[in-house]
């Protein structure tokens, strides 16, 4: 596995960012990890730094001027992971929502010819989400209802941020027309895969909430992605690059 980058974006993750850090590379020696932060108040990048010291060629880091969301922190480092020639990239979360073992079931998927894009999925089998409240639980829910209906897509948890892409996914899209900067950004990521024409794939995995720090999730998130969907949509039909 020494030719995948593991993307973790970060905003005030000082509680978890060693943890899952290391966590990582306890079970895979051979990983690389790209941390994404956005200029964290609470010195998560000076973390970040102390780590280096100890996994020297194995942890990256890249630290923007400041928070502007999910999207353009992947999409940093989406375009640095290409640059590298990374041939598997992932999107994981710092908070442990994601368990790092299940790394390598993702891998395994699109290493083995099986996905070209292979997803985490809470709901590939029933509802496996551990500590969430009922509403928060619901509204997911309905987010993917609601994507599967007006895109057409076939994937049952289109907002899930664990992801392994191919390289050759990530150079197809026009990162640069990219326009989601929330969760939305998401099923963006899944939308314009799809529609040119790679292998999506999802597979079970248990989904915690966050034991430490707080949800970047507002409302202007959620307001994104239930009219941005119908945007997404409507572009798709007249435009190449939407």
């Known amino acids: 596995m020494n030719d995948v980058l593991i ?8 509680e978890n960012i060693d943890k899952i850090i290391r966590s990582i590379f306890n079970l895979y020696t051979d990983v690389h990890i790209l941390v994404v ?26 630290i923007r001027k400041s928070k502007s969301g999910l999207g353009p922190a992947y999409i940093h480092g989406f375009k640095w992971a290409v640059d590298k020639k990374y041939n598997f990239i992932f999107e994981m979360d710092a908070d442990f929502s994601h368990d790092p073992k ?18 985490g999925s809470r709901y590939k089998e029933g509802i496996n989400v551990v500590n969430w409240p009922l509403g928060r639980i619901i509204l997911s829910l309905f987010a993917s209802y609601y994507v ?3 895109t057409g897509m076939n994937i049952k948890d289109p907002t899930s941020g664990f992801v392994c892409y191919k390289r050759k996914v990530i150079e197809k ?3 640069d027309m990219v326009k989601f900067v929330g969760y939305a950004f998401q099923i963006e990521m899944k939308y314009k895969s799809y529609v040119n024409h790679f292998k999506l794939v999802e597979i079970p995995i248990v989904f915690k909430d966050r034991a430490y720090g707080q949800s970047k ?11 941005g969907v ?3 949509r409507i572009k798709s039909f007249f435009y190449k690059d939407f």
């Open 230 to 232: 119908i945007s997404m």
């Open 7 to 14: 993307i973790i974006p970060t905003y005030n993750e000082i």
């Open 37 to 62: 932060d956005d200029n964290s108040p609470d010195q998560t990048s000076s973390k970040v730094i102390e780590l280096q010291a100890i996994f020297k060629e194995q942890l990256h880091l890249q």
């Open 173 to 175: 899209i026009n990162l």
């Open 217 to 227: 999730l507002n409302s202007s998130i959620i307001k994104e992605a239930v009219f």
């Open 102 to 119: 299940d790394i390598k079931s993702l891998y395994n998927k699109c290493n083995e010819g099986l996905a070209d894009l292979c997803i």
């Open 148 to 150: 599967r209906l007006f």
